[in-house]
């Protein structure tokens, strides 16, 4: 499939509302959004031309663009056919999350270590109008849009560590958000999610990083189970509205420390 620009909806450029930035920069951030929303779709041929003709921008400042979206895995080039949105497979989504239940609970306990009391406050806020989104009944928007990465991403940068925040941030996350959109993926455990996204702020703003760690892990690691068990769903025949959802159990308030861990 090839991207008719001329229908697409993103804005095109304006060069005044960012000066810090160069033209690669924002056209850099606006494909990534058009191809995590899925408004470029998976698996769809990159036209550099129409894509320069559509933005008004040179083809070196769009191949400059390409080649960082490249980078973070969101296209791919192949030889004899170009560049493409990147067409990804369940098994790639669960390794993903495998790979963010030991980051994320790195970067959790380092958040509790070292993320500032205004940090705190924020991230606190932002659970308070999560709660407000969810009351409203607006949970599936929440878990499509940037609503339950955007906790995610404020830990991982709460963690003060440049290489785990590249990883996370500029990469995975962008990442499961092309996943959710590509497989039409909806949320069935979104108010315990929630719920332990307040455990775990808690847990970082009593400075407890061994808590902290070990509640982001648990949290991952049901996500994946939730999500696995979706994907077996969809993978029978199942269309995502007709998937009622795994029931996962809401945590319970730690009253005690994690396990130990053996030497």
């Not at 040179?58 to 296209?75: F, H, T, V, Y």
């Not at 989504?93 to 509790?112: C, Q």
């Not at 407890?208 to 991952?220: F, K, N, P, Y």
Request: aromatic fraction near 4%; include cysteine.
């Amino acid at each position: 499939m090839t991207v008719d620009t001329s229908t697409m909806t993103l804005a095109a450029l304006d060069l005044e509302d960012a000066p810090s930035l160069t033209i690669a920069d924002r056209l850099f951030d606006q494909l990534r959004q058009a191809i995590v929303e899925g408004e470029i779709p998976a698996g769809s041929k990159i036209s550099e031309p129409a894509l320069a003709a559509r933005y008004g921008v040179s083809r070196g400042s769009l191949r400059e663009a390409l080649q960082r979206l490249e980078a973070i895995k969101l296209i791919e080039r192949r030889a004899n056919v170009g560049a493409r949105v990147v067409q990804l497979s369940s098994t790639e989504l669960l390794e993903i999350y495998s790979v963010r239940e030991g980051l994320e609970a790195m970067a959790a306990r380092l958040a509790a270590e070292r993320m500032s009391d205004a940090g705190i406050a924020e991230l606190k806020a932002l659970l308070e109008r999560h709660r407000q989104e969810l009351a409203h009944e607006d949970w599936q928007r929440y878990f499509q849009q940037e609503g339950d990465l955007d906790f995610h991403f404020r830990i991982a940068r709460g963690s003060g560590n440049r290489r785990l925040i590249e990883i996370l941030c500029n990469d995975l996350y962008h990442l499961t958000r092309l996943y959710r959109c590509q497989f039409g993926m909806k949320s069935h455990r979104t108010r315990e999610a929630l719920r332990e996204h307040e455990l775990i702020v808690e847990a970082i703003a009593a400075r407890d990083g061994e808590l902290a760690e070990w509640l982001m892990r648990r949290h991952i690691r049901a996500s994946r189970q939730a999500t696995e068990q979706q994907l077996a769903l969809i993978t029978a025949g199942h269309p995502p509205s007709a998937i009622n959802g795994p029931r996962v159990r809401r945590p319970r308030r730690p009253t005690t420390r994690p396990p130990a861990t053996p030497n």
